[in-house]
């Protein structure tokens, strides 16, 4: 009896592969640019780049359809939020995607600022 299926999965469990095999050990990214709502999206195409794994290719078809953030990408791709971004630091530095980050609430305008300019925008 022949089983075509490879020996490191598992139908019901999945793949039996290690998190930290797929980040090659690491468990933090080498940038701080991956927020939550981080917005990552494609760069060059990877056609004779770096060689990348399954979970990078993932992540970039996911990204090449739209920019999604960084809590969308592991939510898709089913990963866990710290080997996503540790992948996505790979693909940063060998420059295939671009991450936008958001601004900082401090430097966001004051909520009674927003408040007079809509104010002002009816009285027109």
């Not at 990552?40 to 090449?64: F, H, K």
């Amino acid at each position: 009896m022949t089983d075509s299926t490879p020996h490191w999965y598992d139908d019901e469990a999945g793949p039996m592969v290690r998190l930290y095999a797929m980040t090659a050990g690491r468990a933090r990214p080498s940038s701080e640019a991956f927020e939550l709502m981080a917005v990552v999206r494609t760069g060059s195409r990877p056609d004779d780049g770096p060689a990348l794994s399954p979970e990078q290719r993932t992540i970039l078809a996911l990204c090449g359809d739209r920019p999604r953030t960084v809590a969308d990408i592991a939510s898709d791709s089913g990963l866990p939020l710290g080997v996503v971004r540790v992948l996505l630091s790979d693909l940063l530095t060998a420059e295939l995607i671009h991450v936008d980050r958001p601004v900082p609430p401090a430097q966001l305008p004051d909520a009674h600022v927003l408040k007079e300019v809509i104010d002002g925008l009816r009285a027109l």
